[in-house]
């Protein structure tokens, strides 16, 4: 499903996050299953699955990454149960020198410290990333999608490593 046209949007990176919710609504009211109610069987599941789609396009388009990952299926590369790695080594050593700042904040004296170094550190990169993927977004070249591709498994990685650095803040917490 291209949820581009599910919600009338053009097919680009940058997304008026406004107008997507506006849109949103209005599929949503326009689908509700309650709306069905007295309809045949048929007709409530066919909305059921509609508001399913609904929910699931907004979900994806709202999120910039989700929404990279499904333009790049809409032109052929699914990401999704994809195994690759990333082969940067300028990212590799990134990742490592990371880690090795995950594993230090345990030992710190001052880990919230640590731990906000590191979110700053993610947010820089983390940018950069997003501003060369949505130039390469923008190019449609075949080859400018598969840099896409690669930038988009970066911060797929780089969203697991702030789902673990969160956990270690939570933890510190309690």
Known sequence: MNYFELFDLDPVFTVDTANLA???????KAVHPDKFASQSEQQKLLSV????????????LKNPLRRAEHMLSLRGIDLSHETTTVKDTT???????????????????????????????????????????????????????????????KLKFMAKLQDELT???DDLLD
């Open 91 to 153: 990212f590799l050593m990134q990742q490592m020198e990371w880690r090795e700042m995950l594993d230090d904040i345990s030992h710190s004296n001052a880990p919230q410290d640590k731990i906000d170094e590191l979110y700053d550190s993610f947010a820089s990169y983390e940018k950069s990333l997003f501003n060369l993927l949505a130039d390469l977004l923008a190019s449609e070249q075949e080859q400018d999608d598969k840099s896409a591709a690669e930038q988009v498994r």
């Open 49 to 60: 699955q509609r508001t399913a789609q609904v929910n699931d396009g907004y979900q994806t």
């Open 22 to 28: 506006e849109r949103y609504r209005e599929l949503q």
């Open 167 to 169: 956990r270690i803040e």
